[in-house]
């Protein structure tokens, strides 16, 4: 051919989602209302500690460092119609990554970890040991839509926004970004592969920053001055 005839042709432009997010008051009441539910924990890593869906559901004890308070994101739960695999590596390269957690977080896993000892109690022979930390009652990876029907349910106990299971992870970037989290470390936690793509994501739904940055601006400058 003399020429490329698809060089003429404009691609469409990606358009970008419009999340739904959890204010920050609405966060406790949240977790107050999920409290003593099966699927807490799945939850609380995904709201808290900005953990994907999958990620959440692949997560095992293995993973975890309880000595160096690290939670390791190095495999997923892929599910597909009736069959469920938990595969090495996450949806990039930058999503294999080490989460910083803290006291809370520790606790909230080590009460996850005895009510996993309570299945495997009750289940006895018929408990599938992946060695999960948040598995179903009989040890088996939660089914994504079971987990969704559970936190729509507790969404409506609690009577927060209706957000979907990978918009907790949204929720908690949108409330850091505007708390003034360090961008760096926030798009690493994320998993994002650099720092542009937090800030695309995320600047757009906090008003006024721009303003904020003009202002420290000033203050900077203004010292200058005799």
């Known amino acids: 051919m003399p020429r490329d005839i698809a060089a003429q042709i404009e691609s469409p432009k990606l358009l970008k989602t419009n999340h739904k997010i959890l204010k920050a008051e609405e966060v406790n009441l949240l977790l ?8 807490y924990c799945p939850i609380y890593l995904g709201l808290i500690c900005a953990m994907r869906e999958a990620e959440v559901l692949g997560l095992r004890w293995d993973d ?9 994101v190095v495999r997923t739960l892929d599910h597909e119609d009736d069959h469920q695999a938990i595969t090495d590596g996450t949806k990039t390269s930058a999503g294999t990554r080490a989460i910083e957690i803290d006291d809370e977080i520790v606790e909230v896993l080590l009460a ?46 609690a009577g927060v926004t209706r957000v979907k299971f990978h918009e907790l992870r ?57």
């Not at 970890?113 to 018929?126: N, P």
């Not at 937090?198 to 203050?219: C, N, W």
């Open 64 to 72: 975890v460092d309880f000595d160096n308070y690290i939670i390791q």
């Open 170 to 226: 949204h929720s908690h970037a949108s409330i850091s970004v505007k708390s003034g989290a360090n961008i760096k470390a926030l798009s690493t936690k994320l998993g994002h592969s650099s720092i542009r793509v937090t800030l695309d994501m995320y600047s757009h739904v906090i008003p006024g920053m721009q303003r904020e940055g003009l202002a420290k601006f000033r203050d900077e400058i203004n010292k200058t001055r005799s």
């Open 112 to 157: 996850q970890k005895r009510l996993v000892e309570k299945y495997k109690d009750v289940a006895g022979e018929l408990y599938h040991d992946n060695n999960l930390v948040c598995p179903t009652s009989i040890g088996t990876p939660w089914n994504p839509s079971n987990l969704r029907r559970s936190l729509y349910r507790i969404i409506h106990k």
């Open 32 to 39: 107050t209302a999920a409290k003593g539910d099966p699927a």
